[in-house]
């Protein structure tokens, strides 16, 4: 691009090539409702994204992890408050 300079777009206007007419009408707090409940969005790393390629094998995953947690220290479901001052000493 020799002797073109190389101006950056103006943040609010479109390329040429997209036509605000083809991009439908913006909403405004379209995510609001599902952003206050809150989500849990986890990058995973190649190799474990590989091993656990759905949401569902991940939660089943770590769902089989906590039962074996809950076992080996023997306190049962949704432990009481007196169970957890037990385990913390």
Known sequence: MKGKSMKKA???ELRPEYRSE???PGVRGKYLKS????TNLVLLSLDVAKAFPTEAAVNDALRFLLEIARKS???????TGRAKKLRAG
Not at 35 to 38: D, E, N, T
Not at 73 to 79: D, F, Q, S, V
Request: charged share 35%; no cysteine; net charge positive.
């Open 35 to 38: 952003y206050r409940k809150g």
């Open 10 to 12: 103006k943040s609010d």
């Open 73 to 79: 220290t023997g306190l049962a479901r949704g432990a």
């Open 22 to 24: 083809d991009l439908g």
